[in-house]
């Protein structure tokens, strides 16, 4: 079945313009994750949604960035007035909501931000 | 890209040869314990996991071994092939914090013919 979809793929903006990410989860995955992975780097978590819980907003480095989950699916992840230290790729996973869960990765949105 | 290197230790071995990637962590009270293996340009895959109160599990070509005693984790690969090179990055995970997981750095496996 289809797995886990980011869009897009690539993306170059301008310092201090706003971005939005999408992530399309496995169907029937009530849990979506945001990650972000700079160069070099492991991933660093960022948001989690779990089912109509409040989400664990927990990781996000500042409040230039929020996520939604539209009717507990597709989830966007917008940055405000990039920055240039916001260059990373940005890893979406869904996982069902049984405990440990395996949580699937998407490709990735690589953005760079000039 | 070759950038990566700078940054991730780096294991190179023959092909044929086994494998063994380490990873130490710091959360003693981490309920489960994952590797994913990351090729280039693409997110990571899930590889083998290992609840807390386990010391060992196999999987195909693959054990995963959990020493609580000094905190570490490795990974062990049977009969280590070209398409075994990427980067491969442990995760921990507790469940009282929900599902999301800590991630190390990194270790890159570079496979030679």
């Known amino acids: 079945g289809a797995g886990v979809s980011q869009s897009p793929s690539n993306k170059v903006t301008e310092k201090g313009k706003d971005v939005e990410l999408r992530c399309d989860p496995i169907s029937g995955h009530t849990a979506l994750y945001w990650y972000r992975q700079s160069l070099g780097q492991g991933l660093e978590f960022l948001i989690y949604f779990q089912g109509n819980s409040a989400p664990d907003k927990s990781g996000l480095p500042s409040d230039r960035f929020s996520a939604e989950r539209t009717g507990g699916s597709v989830s966007t992840l917008t940055i405000q007035r990039t920055q240039q230290e916001d260059s990373a790729v940005y890893l979406c996973?869904?996982?069902?909501?049984?405990?440990?869960?395996?949580?699937?990765f998407g490709p990735g949105t690589r953005l760079l931000v000039l | 890209g070759e950038s990566v290197g700078l940054h991730l230790p780096t294991l190179s071995v023959q092909e044929g040869d086994n494998s063994i990637i380490n990873c130490a962590y710091s959360?003693?009270?981490?309920?489960?314990f994952i590797w994913y293996k990351q090729e280039s340009g693409k997110g990571p895959q899930f590889i083998i996991d290992?609840?807390?109160?386990?010391d060992k599990r196999q999987g195909q070509r693959v054990t995963v071994l959990l020493n609580k005693t000094v905190k570490h984790l490795s990974l062990q690969i049977a009969a280590t092939q070209p398409g075994d090179s990427a980067v491969y990055f442990c995760?921990?995970?507790?469940?009282?914090?929900?599902?999301?997981?800590?991630f190390g750095a990194g270790t890159i496996l570079r496979v030679k013919s």
């Open positions: 959360n003693s009270a981490s309920d489960y």
């Open positions: 995760a921990e995970m507790r469940l009282e914090y929900g599902n999301k997981l800590v």
């Open positions: 996973a869904s996982s069902s909501n049984r405990v440990g869960e395996t949580q699937y």
């Open positions: 290992i609840r807390s109160n386990m």
